[in-house]
């Protein structure tokens, strides 16, 4: 059974990190197989900012953006079709390695105009696979903030219990606190 630390913080109230999640899982009785954190390879992405967008000289479909970013102040080529000024989205720079495709971003050309990183959809972050464009945060977010914080409730952990085990939760021990009396974990048979 897989499931995401979102839907965990629904049932129990606790501040765990991953590793401390699954090690009172195990000692609740259910072995985690794996943890999965999608926020570790979003190390080197952050919030950014487009101050200016404007049209690209060689190409119908895509937007030269002045970026307001962690490193300062970055002209990006993007093709997205609600890249616009104002817009607060998520920044990968120079270097960093896009999840969805396992690219490793470099200073190039694009139709004549060097891009120096990307705007990212949540797709190429691997987060969500029906993006039609570049995310759009909320634009009171600081710019250079943590693109982990801001999706890091995408993660997952996988427990390989064999059957439905049902935890009572009305007396917790350790660092878990209920948020209801009983989870349901496990697959039904």
């Known amino acids: 059974m897989k499931f995401t630390r979102a839907w965990l913080a629904r049932h129990l109230a606790t501040d765990l990190d991953f590793a401390g999640l699954a ?43 002045q970026v307001d970013t962690k490193d300062g102040r970055k002209e990006i080529v993007c093709g997205a079709p609600n890249a616009r000024t104002g817009l607060t989205t998520i920044y990968a720079p120079i270097g960093a390695k896009v999840p969805a495709s396992g690219i490793v971003l470099e200073a190039r050309p694009v139709r004549g105009v060097v891009s120096n990183g990307m705007l990212c959809s949540g797709a190429e972050l691997g987060v969500d696979t029906e993006s039609e464009g570049i995310l759009e945060l909320a634009p009171t977010l600081a710019v250079g903030a943590p693109a982990a914080s801001r999706i890091a409730s995408a993660s997952a952990l996988a427990s390989n219990a064999s059957k439905a085990v049902a935890l009572p939760l009305a007396q917790p021990r350790g660092a878990l606190s209920p948020a209801s009396s009983r989870v349901q974990v496990g697959r039904s048979a």
């Open 23 to 65: 090690e009172a899982m195990t000692m609740a009785g259910l072995e985690v197989e794996d943890v999965h954190d999608p926020g570790a390879a979003l190390a080197a992405f952050s919030v950014a900012k487009i101050i200016e967008a404007g049209p690209h000289p060689n190409a119908d479909k895509l937007r030269v953006c």
